[in-house]
């Protein structure tokens, strides 16, 4: 039996996301941004809180050939922006408008309290159903360094996006496949409503293979 593969960004340790997402054997389960898929993965998780393209990534190779196996992919906050460009959609840029989530002296955007901005959930789309709301809800926000539809591959379709920017905050691809990410850090579900770890619950029962 095999189960789902931690993918990490650049630097990342994946003792951050470990605990809230992989039950057991965490160290084998673990891999590194530039590794290969292991054979007999059950799913892809891709997780990390630095910025998409920071340190000259390019698309993982594990990340191309869970899409070409067709098993489940998960993408959290660097994550999403990680299959975003595998998929043909362009790096996160910094938004003048951007929110950013939490006090930050020094960088650009309006500083705002954790869990206040106005995430408009997709009606339809799987991220909803998986999560169980839709329309308007309280999330972190989207950040400072985001994508809209501009940036967005034409193999996916949004599923949330940010009130006041505009900025999407989860991709899905459309049809039977369960690809999936969002900006949301998903590790930290004291930051997010309730219901959002069930994405990390469909993810994982979907991931286990016999």
């Keep these: 039996m095999s189960g789902p593969v931690l993918l990490t960004a650049p630097g990342e340790s994946p003792d951050n996301f470990t605990s809230a997402f992989l039950t057991s054997d965490s160290e084998r389960l673990c891999i590194a941004s530039d590794a290969e898929l292991p054979s007999g993965a059950g799913g892809l998780l891709l997780c990390g809180e630095s910025t998409y393209g920071a340190a000259n990534e390019t698309p993982s190779p594990a990340l191309a050939r869970a899409i070409e196996l067709d098993i489940p992919v998960l993408g959290v906050g660097w994550g999403m922006h990680a299959l975003n460009v595998a998929l043909g959609g362009r790096r996160p840029v910094r938004l003048a408008d951007a929110v950013v989530a939490g006090p930050r002296p020094g960088r650009r955007g309006r500083t705002v309290e954790l ?67 969002v900006t949301w850090p998903l590790h930290r579900p004291e930051l997010l409503p309730a219901g959002f770890d069930n994405l990390i619950a469909a993810f994982l029962e979907r991931s286990v293979t016999v």
């Design 115 to 181: 869990g206040r901005m106005r995430t408009f959930l997709t009606l339809g789309g799987k991220v909803a159903a998986t999560i169980g709301a839709g329309g308007p809800v309280a999330t972190p926000g989207p950040g400072e360094f985001a994508i809209r539809e501009a940036e967005k591959a034409p193999a996916l379709m949004a599923s949330a996006y940010d009130m006041e920017t505009g900025a999407i905050e989860a991709l899905e691809m459309p049809g039977y496949h369960w690809v999936i990410g």
